[in-house]
């Protein structure tokens, strides 16, 4: 199996974080201010959210001013599809 996509699963079992990745999905770029606001948490906390995404490579950060933006990584994101869509091919998905 491949290494990626676990770590991506892993990045995407929490609640916050799948929020993060659904903002971002919907309302494109988005600057740390923004999802601050959008989710009502703490710098902090946002910080180490959005470390788990960047390194899982579901989010790229880009430094404007003294704000970060975040995007969502669509190469990324395309293979992860790829991936779980061969993990469930429908042999394990039929009705009994």
Same mark, same amino acid.
């Given at each position: @199996?491949?290494k990626?996509?676990?770590v991506? @699963? &892993? $990045?995407?079992?929490?609640?916050?974080r799948?929020?993060?990745?659904?903002?971002?999905k919907?309302?494109?770029?988005?600057?740390?201010?923004?999802?601050?606001?959008?989710?009502?948490?703490?710098?902090?906390?946002l910080?180490?959210? @959005? &470390?788990?995404?960047?390194? $899982?490579?579901?989010?790229?950060?880009? *430094? &404007?001013?003294?704000?970060?933006?975040?995007?969502?990584? *669509?190469?990324v994101?395309? *293979?992860?599809?790829?991936?779980?869509?061969?993990?469930?091919?429908?042999?394990?998905c039929?009705? $009994?």
């Amino acid at each position: @199996m491949d290494k990626q996509l676990i770590v991506v @699963m &892993k $990045a995407l079992s929490d609640e916050n974080r799948i929020k993060i990745f659904s903002i971002l999905k919907t309302q494109g770029e988005r600057c740390a201010c923004d999802l601050l606001q959008d989710l009502n948490i703490v710098q902090s906390t946002l910080s180490h959210h @959005m &470390k788990i995404l960047t390194d $899982a490579r579901l989010v790229t950060a880009t *430094k &404007k001013g003294k704000w970060i933006n975040y995007t969502i990584s *669509k190469d990324v994101c395309a *293979k992860t599809r790829n991936d779980l869509l061969e993990l469930f091919d429908g042999t394990c998905c039929k009705e $009994a």
